[in-house]
Nanobody
Framework: QVPLVESGGGSVQAGDSLRLSCAASGRPFSMAWFRQAPGKEREFVAL????????????SVEGRFTISKDNAKNPTYMETHLQMNSLKPEDTAVYYC???????????????WGQGTQVTVSA
């Protein structure tokens, strides 16, 4: 398992932007963001393959959210970012960063998880 540390999040108004970051001190094959709203199951948000940079998004965030990666600072220390624009109240959730040895949308394929960071969007 690769330790993951998240940062960012907070409370904003609808239409605002936020940027989440996640630092990994290992080399997962892919990194993803999931989210869990109150009373709901955790759901996939976005994914990036580390070597190829290939990305994939949930339909609900396509065109508004952008996932990116950065390992320029240190090749053994990787960082992924989730830029969230045009936020909506339905984006309110705890956002989790996760790492996997597979390129997958499936939560069960992710063995490393961050602690979660709260994003609250007011109407």
């Amino acid at each position: 398992q690769v330790p993951l540390v998240e940062s960012g999040g907070g409370s904003v108004q609808a239409g605002d932007s936020l940027r989440l970051s996640c630092a990994a001190s290992g080399r997962p094959f892919s990194m993803a963001w999931f989210r869990q709203a109150p009373g709901k199951e955790r759901e996939f948000v976005a994914l990036i393959g580390w070597s190829t940079g290939t990305t994939y998004y949930a339909e609900s965030v396509e065109g508004r959210f952008t996932i990116s990666k950065d390992n320029a600072k240190n090749p053994t220390y990787m960082e992924t970012h989730l830029q969230m624009n045009s936020l909506k109240p339905e984006d309110t959730a705890v956002y989790y960063c996760a790492g996997s040895s597979h390129y997958s949308l499936l939560e069960r394929e992710y063995t490393s998880w961050g602690q979660g960071t709260q994003v609250t969007v007011s109407a």
